[in-house]
């Protein structure tokens, strides 16, 4: 069984970041210093994906390139990545923003949701994130009851996470009742990205996981909480959950970013959790997920064939073992030993 994973990338780190103009790679073809060569990405259909996708303009994705994307009708792809690797992964791939969502505390810790999650872990992921250098902007996650208790500790919380985690903005769910947060925020010059619909840490309110604005008052209140965010000083929204015909309207009504999950396509940007879009979660089915690989079933299969050569005594064979020292071994080889 060939898995794209066993070519591991042969080129030194910064060659996933080249300076601009370095990239001798034209744009829109498949690139060559991520994963060398062939095998391709087995789970894209053929000729459907380049090896790698990163722009040949690669400087730091900020605030301002987000709303000149959105004045230039540009979609904005955002990720959820939570490690080192994740991040290298979704920055290879392009993606103008990196959530390092309270999701976690679902994908990664295993809760039912994500009440559980506490700035520190916020402060952990988000370190290892950035430590990817990746190009996109990195977005933290407030997690629940770190911004809601009083503008004082949000702030300090907030600021954890730019100091601690290097987050370049944060995200806080709700609308009206935050606005003097965001203000409390953008003023200690903290870039704030707002979240309204469907916000998974008022889930017991809710009584589950429900669209929200389906009714003629809740979509009224949506749309005004939106305009209220944008005049607090919030750089960019999420809108998830929502109907499409909704998250149209609040678009239309802002002038800066929406970013849409669950909420259709007319937003300017799109946000998905990567366990969910590479069909790493294979539990949860939400209608708005599209999974673009399955690879639970690619590393399941990985896992199961590595046991049975392991059984078999297959694995590990001679290409993937250590000889005895050569007898007049190189400064090299000594300094191998
Ligand atoms: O925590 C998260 O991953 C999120 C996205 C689902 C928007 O808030």
Redesign the pocket.
């Known amino acids: 069984m060939t898995l794209y994973y066993r070519k591991r990338p042969t080129a030194p780190k910064c060659s996933m970041r080249p300076a601009d103009g370095d990239d001798p790679t034209p744009p829109g073809t498949a690139g060559g210093d991520l994963l060398d060569g062939p095998p391709p990405l087995r789970y894209y259909p053929p000729g459907s994906a380049p090896l790698r996708e990163r722009p040949m303009t690669s400087s730091q994705i900020n605030v301002k390139t987000l709303l000149a994307m959105r004045r230039r009708g540009e979609k904005i792809a955002m990720v959820?990545a939570y490690d080192y690797h994740s991040a290298r992964i979704c920055d290879a791939a392009g993606v103008e923003m990196i959530?390092v969502?309270?999701?976690l505390g679902m994908v990664i810790q295993g809760h039912e949701n994500?009440l559980p999650v506490t700035v520190d872990d916020i402060v952990y992921h988000s370190r290892m994130v950035r430590r990817a250098d990746p190009r996109a902007l990195v977005v933290a996650?407030m997690p629940f009851l770190s911004y809601q208790v009083s503008t004082a500790e949000a702030v300090a919380n907030a600021g954890r996470l730019l100091k601690e985690g290097r987050a370049q903005a944060v995200?806080i769910e709700g609308g009206r009742e935050f606005l003097n947060t965001v203000g409390a925020l953008t003023d200690a010059s903290i870039p704030v990205m707002g979240?309204v619909g469907l916000t998974?840490q008022s889930v017991h309110r809710f009584g589950g996981f429900r669209v929200q604005g389906r009714s003629e008052d809740s979509a009224k209140r949506l749309v005004e909480d939106a305009g209220l965010l944008e005049r607090a000083g919030c750089f960019s929204l999420?809108l998830?959950g929502i109907p499409f015909e909704l998250a149209r309207e609040i678009t239309e009504s802002l002038s800066i970013p929406t970013i849409g999950?669950g909420a259709g396509p007319h937003c300017d940007g799109q946000?998905l959790?990567f366990h969910d879009l590479l069909g790493i979660e294979n539990e949860l089915k939400p209608k708005f997920v599209k999974k673009y690989a399955d690879l639970n079933d690619v590393m399941i299969a990985a896992i199961a064939e590595y046991r049975r050569e392991v059984k078999s005594g297959a694995f590990p064979d001679l290409d993937h073992s250590y000889g005895a020292a050569p007898r007049r071994a190189s400064r090299a080889d000594r300094e191998d030993d």
């Open positions: 959820t959530l969502g309270d999701t994500t996650d995200k979240h998974p999420v998830e999950i946000v959790v």
